[in-house]
Structure formats: structure tokens, C-alpha cells
């Protein structure tokens, strides 16, 4: 469908499966892979035709733990190639560790644009919206009167913060 032919097709494809990590699975048909390295074949396909854009719909959904993350790098290194990502998930903690930006809908009207650290502090913004923060931000939020800042959306960020918080209390 790209016209592509001969060595073209194979360097894509070669290219593709080794950015992928599936050159492991290059020789498999795709119906004998488990879910996740399906749908990360799925991902890869599109890839490969080359968008500047792309977005996806849940994109983790029957990914475990490794394949998410691999994923996850993957479309990071994607962004800093230039590629424009952009995710449908109700999956607030990988929003919270990977989004840059989000955009929160309800009833298809826009109703946040912000970075999730800015977003999950929101605690009527979210209700609004329909969102539950992640744990983490909702316990940070629990602790700002015992000097928790704001714009905690990780655990990274809330170790550092409760690190820093501890020390000023020595």
C-alpha cells in the first residue's frame, strides 16, 4: 500500500520490528502471539506506514507490566523523533508518569488542557470530568495541610516531595 517493493520493504520492516522489539517474533504468524505482542504488532504495523501522528486508543490495554513500559519508551522516543502522540486512555496513572498534556472531555466539551501534576490537584475539575486521580496524587492532596505541595502526580514525585518534607521537619 506504500509502494513500497524488494530492499525498501525490507529495511521498513526490519527497521520496524527492531524498533518494536518483535525481531524475536519476525518468523511467528501474528494469531500465535499472546494478546499484548499482538497488539504491539498491531502498533507497529501502523507505524510503519510512516504518520507523523499517531493516536491511540488505549493503547496498553493487554499489555503486562513489561510491555507497557517497552511501549511507553518507544512512544517517548517517537515524541523526541518529532512524532506527535496522542493517547486515549482512562489510565490515570500512565497519564500521571507520561503525559506531557492532557485534555479532559465531558460530554465532548473540553473542559481541562494542562499538565496532569496541574490537572490532579483539581479536585472539582475532576469530578466534573469524571476522572478519579491516581492514588498517589490523592494521597499527596490528603497531605498538603501537613505541608505536601501541589503537583504531585507520581510516586517519583511524591518520594522527592515526602523526602524533602521530612528533612525540613528535622
Not at 520490528?17 to 507497529?44: D, K, N
Request: net charge negative.
Amino acid at each position: 500500500q506504500l509502494g513500497l517493493a524488494g530492499e525498501a520493504l525490507d529495511e521498513r520492516v526490519g527497521a520496524t520490528l527492531e524498533r518494536f522489539g518483535l525481531t524475536v517474533w519476525a518468523e511467528h504468524h501474528p494469531i500465535m502471539l499472546g494478546r499484548g505482542l499482538r497488539r504491539l504488532t498491531a502498533l507497529a504495523a501502523v507505524f510503519a506506514m510512516g504518520p507523523r501522528v499517531l493516536v491511540l486508543d488505549e493503547p496498553t490495554g493487554g499489555l503486562d507490566r513489561r510491555l507497557t513500559a517497552e511501549l511507553m519508551a518507544i512512544l517517548r522516543d517517537l515524541t523526541a523523533d518529532g512524532h506527535a502522540v496522542v493517547l486515549i486512555t482512562h489510565e490515570m496513572t500512565l497519564v500521571a508518569e507520561h503525559a506531557h498534556r492532557v485534555i479532559a472531555l465531558r460530554g465532548g466539551v473540553i473542559v481541562a488542557d494542562e499538565p496532569p501534576s496541574a490537572l490532579f490537584d483539581r479536585a472539582d475539575l475532576l469530578a466534573e470530568a469524571g476522572i478519579e486521580a491516581p492514588a498517589v496524587a490523592r494521597l499527596a492532596r490528603g497531605l498538603w495541610p501537613a505541608g505536601m505541595p501541589p503537583g504531585i502526580a507520581t510516586i517519583d514525585a511524591f518520594s522527592d516531595a515526602y523526602v524533602r518534607l521530612r528533612g525540613e521537619r528535622r
